[in-house]
Structure formats: structure tokens, C-alpha cells
């Protein structure tokens, strides 16, 4: 005989009173569960991080070498004047809208600026001819630039696993 809906009766119960046999997990086994998942969670999710943040240096690094690629050969191809004049011209004040129309008008020497991977931003904080680079970065740029020197960093705080600071790359 094969019992498809089973039925438990209780003491004193007779068939009409009785209670169908409920299938299902028990409010321990579930937290049991839960526990496991989250003690799996801890372990993996800073792996995620560290690799996560290790893409962040690779395309931080790639990035800067794609801009001073871009820098030295819009240099060389316009009589040794760094990109970011008005009119090619060293005597006027550089500035981002010029850097970026030099750079990527045309798609030229790059289709656009890349961008910070850190802040997501790309935006250029133009150092003037006469002003001193700045030792530290504000993160509130995507990068950081001077003309007269051809000097570009990425704008932003802290240090590489080996201790080298973002702004250094």
C-alpha cells in the first residue's frame, strides 16, 4: 500500500481530526545555513577585493602610459610643444579643454581621455607653467598634468601592496 498524502493522527484523534505530515527544513537547520554561507562570504569577498583592486593598478598604470605616449608624440609632431596651448603656443596659459581637444579632436592621437579607475573621474587638474607640481594628490581629478614639464600622475591617495603611492605611478 502506498501512502501518498499521509496522515498522522494523534492520541485520542480519529481519522477526522487528523493532521497532514508537513515537509520542510526546521528554523536551526536554516540559521545552520546561514551561518555557513556567511562564514564562505568572509573568506571569499576579500579575495574579490584584493583582485579587484589590483585591476585598479594595472589599468591606473596603463592608463598613464597611454596618456605620455599620446603627450610625447603630440610633442614631437608639433616642433617640441607639449599639448594643453592655446594655439601651440608655450607662452599662453596650458589648460584641460585645450589638452583635451589637442588629444583627442579627430581621434588623433586617442579617441578620449581614459579614466581614473580609482575615482572615476577624468577630468584634468592643469598645472600652470610657472606653478610647482604638487607633491601630493587631491583625488578630486582624474589626473593630474603640467605642460612646460610634460608631467602627468593620476589623482589619487594611498599606495600599491609594494608600498608605492598612486600619485608615484
Do not use: E, H, V
Given at each position: 500500500m502506498r501512502c501518498v498524502d499521509c496522515v498522522l493522527v494523534g492520541k485520542?484523534?480519529?481519522?477526522?481530526?487528523?493532521?497532514?505530515?508537513?515537509?520542510?527544513?526546521?528554523i536551526v537547520e536554516l540559521i545552520i545555513v546561514v551561518a555557513v554561507l556567511g562564514i564562505m562570504a568572509a573568506i571569499v569577498v576579500p579575495q574579490f577585493q584584493s583582485h579587484s583592486t589590483e585591476a585598479k593598478e594595472s589599468v591606473a598604470k596603463d592608463s598613464l602610459r597611454i596618456l605620455r605616449s599620446a603627450i610625447e608624440l603630440y610633442t614631437a609632431q608639433h616642433s617640441g610643444i607639449p599639448p594643453g596651448y592655446t594655439n601651440n603656443d608655450p607662452?599662453?596659459?596650458?589648460?584641460?579643454?585645450?589638452?583635451?581637444?589637442?588629444l583627442t579632436v579627430e581621434r588623433r592621437y586617442m579617441s578620449k581621455i581614459p579614466v581614473n579607475p580609482f575615482n572615476n573621474r577624468q577630468d584634468i587638474w592643469m598645472i600652470g607653467n610657472s606653478e610647482t607640481f604638487p607633491q601630493d594628490p587631491t583625488g578630486d581629478y582624474g589626473w593630474v598634468y603640467q605642460a612646460a614639464?610634460?608631467?602627468?600622475?593620476?589623482?589619487?591617495?594611498?599606495?600599491?601592496?609594494?608600498?608605492?603611492?598612486?600619485?608615484?605611478?
Open positions: 485520542g484523534q480519529t481519522g477526522n481530526g487528523a493532521k497532514k505530515m508537513k515537509r520542510g527544513f526546521s607662452q599662453t596659459s596650458p589648460s584641460s579643454s585645450n589638452f583635451y581637444n589637442q614639464t610634460k608631467t602627468i600622475k593620476l589623482d589619487w591617495k594611498g599606495m600599491d601592496k609594494y608600498g608605492i603611492p598612486y600619485f608615484d605611478y
